[in-house]
C-alpha cells in the first residue's frame, strides 16, 4: 500500500505561480512511477505530467508544456509540481498518483488539492 498527501494547493491570479507537494509513504518510493491528474468541475480526470524513478524524460500534457514542471525527491519520497504562468483553464483539483514499476496503471492516488485561478 501507499498513502500519498498533497498540499500546496490555493487561489491565485492568473499569470502567478503555485507549487504542489505530495508526500508519499508505505512503500518503496524509487519504485514507483509518480504522476500528477486534475479534474475540473464537471470534466473528467485528466493526465498532467508523469516521472519516472530517475526523473528523466518527464512526460506533460500539451497545455501545460513549458509552465509547468514535475519532479520528484527520493530521499524524503515527494514529488512536486511547479506550476508558472498560471491560467484560469488550470483551476481544478489536482491529484498526486503512484504507479508501481510492475503495474498497469496508477493503483494509489491522494485526496486532492484545489487550484484555482481568477482572471
Known amino acids: 500500500q501507499v498513502q500519498l498527501v498533497e498540499s500546496g494547493g490555493g487561489l491565485v491570479q492568473a499569470g502567478g505561480s503555485l507549487r504542489l507537494s505530495c508526500a508519499a509513504s508505505?512503500?518503496?518510493?524509487?519504485?514507483?512511477?509518480m504522476g500528477w491528474f486534475r479534474q475540473a468541475p464537471g470534466k473528467e480526470r485528466r493526465f498532467v505530467a508523469a516521472?519516472?524513478?530517475?526523473?528523466?524524460?518527464?512526460l506533460y500534457t500539451d497545455s501545460v508544456k513549458g509552465r509547468f514542471t514535475i519532479s520528484r525527491d527520493n530521499a524524503n519520497s515527494a514529488v512536486y509540481l511547479q506550476m508558472n504562468s498560471l491560467k484560469p483553464e488550470d483551476t481544478a483539483v489536482y491529484y498526486c498518483?503512484?504507479?508501481?514499476?510492475?503495474?498497469?496503471?496508477?493503483?494509489?492516488w491522494g485526496q486532492g488539492t484545489q487550484v484555482t485561478v481568477s482572471s
Open positions: 498518483a503512484a504507479k508501481p514499476l510492475a503495474g498497469t496503471g496508477y493503483d494509489y
Open positions: 508505505g512503500r518503496t518510493f524509487s519504485s514507483l512511477r
Open positions: 516521472i519516472n524513478w530517475s526523473g528523466d524524460n518527464p
